[in-house]
């Protein structure tokens, strides 16, 4: 019987880890700067330090933990604001997270804000339970959810709500169930109004299912060799898709969504 394949680690062009899949291959961030990737595609347009403005706390949904890198970021965003990060994380496969905590250290501006990640993640690991938390040191806390991401999201605090949501599974050819209409219509009714969804994708399908959850559709930022993402909020206002698209959306989308197909965008 052959040896079970492990995760890989592998560095990426801004020195930045990523780590390999064991069976397909495929890596948890670009090759071209995971560390970039996490700011710009995640944090950023996820507006986390503006509502750190306004707020004591920002509740992070975070779906595809992986490396914990998105979440790194997340902290950097908020560094040097009086808002903690409150983060609650689904991940099926423990061993990424433990192949993420046995990395060597990372660049130092990066391990300013992974430290407190990855103690926390194996804080986590070592109670067995889900949900298990942790404190990010006095940065804020986190939550992991290790399992199905449909079950133990339905199974979570009903009440929970969330300031922003990193979708950042693998692709759907490997991870379909986290990309269907009904996942992803979970996952709005836990989003607050003003909250911002960032993903990598910007699949036709992911867009319609976003839209007919009754969010508006944005563009994302194009980072490193991967063109634009997605976003999709309630109430904040989003860069606007091509025309095209939003025509595509609307014809496509839920009938009660399509009139909203577009709206709250801006150039």
Known sequence: MAEPRSWKGVRTADGSWTLAHPEHGATCHSLAGAWQQARERYARPCRLRELAQ????VDLL???TGLGLNLAAALEALSGTNAGLHAVTLERDPD???AAIELAEWPGDVEAHYAPVRAALARCLASRASPACADLGTRGSLTLLAGDARVELRSWSAGARF?????DPFAPSVEGA???AEFLAEVAER???HAVLSTYSASLAVRVALASAGLAVGRGPRVGLKS???LASFATALPALEA???RRLARRAAPDAASDVGRRQKN
């Open 228 to 230: 634009a993402g997605t």
């Open 96 to 98: 990424v997270l433990r």
């Open 191 to 193: 989003m607050r109004p």
């Open 178 to 180: 986290l990309w269907t």
């Open 163 to 167: 300031d922003a949501v990193f979708l």
């Open 244 to 246: 095209r698209t939003v």
């Open 62 to 64: 975070d779906i595809g």
């Open 54 to 57: 306004s707020q004591p706390a």
